[in-house]
């Protein structure tokens, strides 16, 4: 846990900077999620819905004394962490607050323990407490979670999906944002995807796996 006495502020350079430092005291949420827009861009678009794919830095404090618990930034490689917004990869409090963010916009999300860490809490989080978070985003992209995103990977429509069409897809994306990345990021966040919906292991994501979200529109 970091404890801090100063506050440098998000800077929206490279990856490899410091955390920022958060000392005010939050007010308590009342169970819903508050939001405070810290920046927005004159040029706010896309903005993220659910199913996006997005690429953000995140701080995480506890709302009690303000003391540090995350930093992405100093978080194994130090690189911006990318989700898919929306379908649990994070806690539901940052699924609600980071709706209709757009690149280099920043927010402070805070969180009511129930939408949090709940009863139990995690690490370094005390059970029941309330969280705050300060988050930048870098990109939004449509998300593979979206039926459409599938039609548009699935390039030769056999209903199925292999790894170079999520990956070509992943690169159109980036690219066409402006944001070109290097090769070892477009695997990883291929290889997660399939991780987490090849549930058979066969190397391809069918249509089934893929729309495991197909209750809700995405």
């Not at 005010?24 to 004159?42: M, Q, T």
């Not at 996006?52 to 701080?59: A, E, P, R, S």
């Not at 548009?152 to 999520?166: G, R, Y």
Request: proline share 6%; hydrophobic share 30%.
């Amino acid at each position: 846990m970091t404890h801090g006495h100063r506050r440098p502020g998000i800077n929206t350079g490279g990856s490899h900077l410091s955390c920022s430092y958060w000392l005010h005291r939050a007010s308590e949420p009342d169970g819903e999620v508050k939001i405070e827009v810290l920046f927005k861009p004159e040029e706010c678009t896309p903005k993220s819905k659910r199913g996006d794919l997005i690429n953000v830095h995140y701080d995480g404090f506890l709302a009690k004394d303000g003391s540090q618990f995350y930093c992405s930034r100093s978080d194994k490689t130090g690189h911006p962490q990318w989700f898919v917004l929306g379908v649990g990869q994070v806690i539901k409090g940052l699924d609600i607050g980071m709706i209709d963010m757009c690149p280099g916009e920043k927010r402070k999300i805070t969180v009511p323990s129930e939408l949090a860490f709940g009863v139990h809490g995690k690490g370094p989080v005390p059970p029941n407490a309330t969280v705050v978070f300060e988050v930048e985003v870098y990109s939004v992209s449509r998300g593979p979670r979206s039926m459409e995103a599938f039609g548009d990977m699935d390039l030769d429509k056999d209903k199925s999906l292999t790894k170079a069409e999520v990956k070509e897809y992943l690169k159109l994306e980036y690219e066409k944002g402006g944001k070109p990345r290097d090769d070892p990021f477009y695997e990883k966040i291929m290889a997660d995807i399939f991780r987490k919906s090849d549930h058979d292991k066969d190397g391809v994501i069918s249509v089934k796996e893929y729309n495991i979200y197909q209750h809700d529109e995405l």
